[in-house]
């Protein structure tokens, strides 16, 4: 009877053990923003580029502005007007840039925050920034309407 019990015991913490050892899976999401630089506009770029380090600062609310959580997102709202203190500046600095660059300092701020940790935990808060992101001209009634930033999440 002592036998039976020990083997059910050591049974038990075996699967007690595999079970623990399946429940834990860690997740690593990798964001990819696919630029549309066309080749033959190397020229453009450059430009955009230099564009963008003038107006460095002024792009801080447009990274401000897609760090907000929007009402969608049930942990936190903004509170009111909150999105509009920093959407309004953010247009205006955009509105300096040509048609072309636009988009360039969109993914400028997103890579900006990325790499500096951002607090975009999981793959769902970082679909809605990167949807936030794609629309911010249009939110700006700007040309282009949208943005063509790509996520890939692995």
């Known amino acids: ?14 699967l007690l053990a595999i079970a623990s050892a ?48 929007s009402p969608s997102d049930l942990r936190m709202y903004p509170l009111p007007g909150q999105q509009e203190e ?20 969109v993914m400028h701020v997103v890579r900006q925050q990325l790499q500096q940790g951002g607090g975009w935990q999981g793959e769902e808060m970082q679909q809605q920034v990167m949807q936030k992101a794609r629309n911010l001209p249009r939110k700006c009634n700007l040309e282009p309407q949208q943005c063509q930033i790509g996520a890939v999440f692995v």
């Open 86 to 105: 920093h959407l309004r500046p953010c247009c205006q600095t955009l509105e300096n840039f040509d048609e072309q660059c636009v988009c360039e300092a």
């Open 1 to 14: 009877m002592a036998k039976l019990t020990v083997l059910a015991a050591i049974l038990l913490v075996a």
């Open 22 to 69: 399946t429940a834990h899976r860690t997740t690593i999401t990798t964001t990819v923003l696919e630029d549309e630089e066309d080749p033959g506009q190397g020229g453009q770029s450059q430009r955009c580029q230099q564009k963008i380090q003038e107006q460095q600062q002024q792009l801080w609310h447009c990274q401000q502005y897609l760090s907000q959580m």
